[in-house]
C-alpha cells in the first residue's frame, strides 16, 4: 500500500542523547515536511523539502537537523540542543511542492525524554 | 511571522447540533486547507479552498473561503458521535503550510 511511513511509533530518550525519527514515503511525492504537536495544541512546521538534497528551516528549527537524500526519506534529528523534546512529531509529504497540495501524514513518533 | 487563529478551542455539543469553527489568518492566504484528527490519530485533509469566497460542501459539512482570503470556516449541520476530533485550518502563504491552533470538538449522545 501507498503511504508514509514513521518510525519508531514510541521512543524514550535521556537528557542529552540525540534522537532521529524516520520518515519514508512510497508515494512518489516531491515535498516533506516534520511537523511538532504538543498536547492541545496545533502543528507547528520544524522543517520541509521541496526536492532532493534540499530544505528549508520552518518556524521552530531550532535544536533539530533533517537530511533529505533520497525523495522517499526524511528523517529528522532531534539534537541535545533542543530544550524541550518531548513531544507527538507528524510527518507529512505532498505532491506538490511550493504550494497547493494536500498533505499525507504518517502516523507519528511520540518522543519522551526521562 | 505569519499566525493562523481558530475559535473556539474545545466546543462541546449534543449530538444533533450545528457546529462552527472559525479560522483567521494574520496576512492573505493563497488557499485554506482543512483537515480532522481523531483522538490518538493523524491528521487527514479533508478539504482545500482557493477562490474568494468559495463555498464548498460535503455531505453534512460545509466550508467557506472569506472575501478577502484571509479567514475561513468551516460548519457541521446535526452533528454525529463519528464527528468527535479536532479540526484544524492549514493557510498557505508563499511555500508553507502553517497550521492553525485547532478546535477539538465533544459530541454528546
Known amino acids: 500500500d501507498g503511504g508514509i511511513t514513521q518510525s519508531p511509533k514510541y521512543l524514550f530518550r535521556k537528557e542529552g542523547q540525540n534522537v532521529t525519527l524516520s520518515c519514508e514515503q512510497n508515494l512518489n511525492h516531491d515535498a516533506m515536511y516534520w511537523y511538532r504537536q504538543d498536547p492541545g495544541q496545533g502543528l507547528r512546521l520544524i522543517y520541509y523539502s521541496q526536492i532532493v538534497n534540499d530544505f528549508q528551516k520552518g518556524d521552530i528549527a531550532e535544536g533539530y537537523s533533517v537530511s533529505r537524500e533520497k525523495k522517499e526519506s526524511f528523517p529528522l534529528t532531534v539534537t541535545s540542543a533542543q530544550k524541550n523534546p518531548t513531544a507527538f512529531y507528524l510527518c507529512a509529504s505532498s505532491a506538490l511542492a511550493g504550494g497547493g497540495g494536500e498533505l499525507f501524514f504518517g502516523e507519528g513518533s511520540r518522543l519522551t525524554v526521562l | 511571522g505569519q499566525q493562523v487563529m481558530q475559535i473556539p478551542q474545545y466546543q462541546h455539543v449534543q449530538e444533533g447540533e450545528d457546529f462552527t469553527t472559525y479560522c483567521n489568518s494574520s496576512t492573505t492566504l493563497s488557499n485554506i486547507q482543512w483537515y480532522k484528527q481523531r483522538p490518538g490519530g493523524h491528521p487527514v485533509f479533508l478539504i482545500q479552498l482557493v477562490k474568494s469566497g468559495e463555498v464548498k460542501k460535503q455531505k453534512r459539512l460545509t466550508f467557506q473561503f472569506g472575501e478577502a482570503k484571509k479567514n475561513s470556516s468551516l460548519h457541521i449541520t446535526a452533528t454525529q458521535t463519528t464527528d468527535v476530533g479536532t479540526y484544524f485550518c492549514?493557510?498557505?502563504?508563499?511555500?508553507?503550510?502553517?497550521f492553525g491552533t485547532g478546535t477539538r470538538l465533544q459530541v454528546f449522545p
Open positions: 492549514a493557510g498557505r502563504n508563499t511555500d508553507k503550510l502553517i
